[in-house]
């Protein structure tokens, strides 16, 4: 869920209205339950791989998680890439694996057109597409996030690839300052507008680095041309969430802020358990 504030001069932000915006869930437990194989650690590379080749192997599956997320209101509808990324790729093996078939830039690609595709199948929902930049190396694990200059490298192709089906572009899950900044360098060169979305320790209102949440936005108010339209936390607990959000708040003053938690427990290992939250 995503809340507006008035506009802000520290930050290139569109105007806020006051509204609220609905965000779809997760697409991958929204693929599980519709028949996608899932096996492996919470957060971990294998744990994506049958989501990451679903948009090339049953787009019609994934269309259709798109649509049950517009269907139940959401506004915003995330592509389907969060694990198109060459580290969860390569562990496919086989001679015709879609990475050595379509590239990385094709499978991101594949994504953005079934999610436009969804969308167009809507019309009257007014449903918006977040093209996803996400983390290039397991969730949660800061420790693992490689040097600027090689995320850099792999946001731009996936940035250049997801763009062209996409209202704006989500930097998802970022565990470090660096990350963000990296994915948001990325995402200016395409133009968009630019949704920044940090996952934070559970212990403590920081980052999963152990940065504190005003060095990661001094971090992205860096990166010049930069059209940062939100600032969120997603991949956290509610009560993780709920605690930092008064921090962020007065760091982005007009800065449209908003949540996406996760429905189960996120240790610093990257594994979790689900609970019921209902």
């Excluded at 957060?43 to 948009?55: C, I, K, P, Q």
């Excluded at 939100?230 to 962020?248: G, V, Y």
Aim: hydrophobic share 40%; net charge negative.
């Amino acid at each position: 869920m995503l809340a507006a504030q008035e506009s802000s001069p520290e930050l290139v932000c569109q105007p806020c209205d006051g509204s609220i915006t609905i965000l779809d869930g997760g697409m991958g437990h929204q693929l599980k339950s519709m028949g996608v194989e899932i096996t492996g650690a919470v957060g971990s590379m294998r744990r994506f791989l049958g989501v990451a080749v679903a948009n090339v192997e049953r787009p019609q599956m994934v269309k259709g998680a798109h649509l049950a997320y517009i269907d139940a209101g959401a506004e915003i509808i995330t592509t389907n890439n969060y694990a198109c990324v060459p580290k969860c790729l390569e562990l496919d093996s086989k001679d015709d694996a879609p990475l050595r078939k379509y590239g990385l830039a094709g499978m991101v690609a594949a994504a953005g057109k079934v999610a436009q595709a969804s969308r167009h199948e809507r019309p009257d929902s007014k449903a918006r597409v977040a093209g996803s930049l996400p983390p290039l190396a397991e969730s949660y694990r800061a420790d693992k996030v490689g040097p600027f200059e090689e995320n850099l490298k792999h946001y731009e192709t996936i940035a250049k690839s997801i763009a062209p089906y996409c209202d704006l572009l989500l930097c998802e899950t970022m565990s470090t300052a660096d990350e963000a900044r990296a994915a948001v360098t990325a995402a200016a060169q395409t133009g968009l507008p630019i949704w920044v979305s940090w996952t934070l320790s559970e212990n403590e209102p920081v980052l999963r680095s152990g940065e504190s949440i005003s060095d990661a936005v001094e971090a992205i108010k860096s990166v010049e041309g930069a059209k940062i339209e939100a600032c969120l936390f997603n991949c956290t607990s509610p009560e993780s969430i709920s605690t930092a959000m008064p921090i962020l708040r007065d760091l982005v003053p007009g800065m449209r802020i908003g949540g996406f938690a996760n429905g189960f427990c996120t240790a610093e290992s990257g594994q979790g358990e689900y609970r019921d939250l209902s």
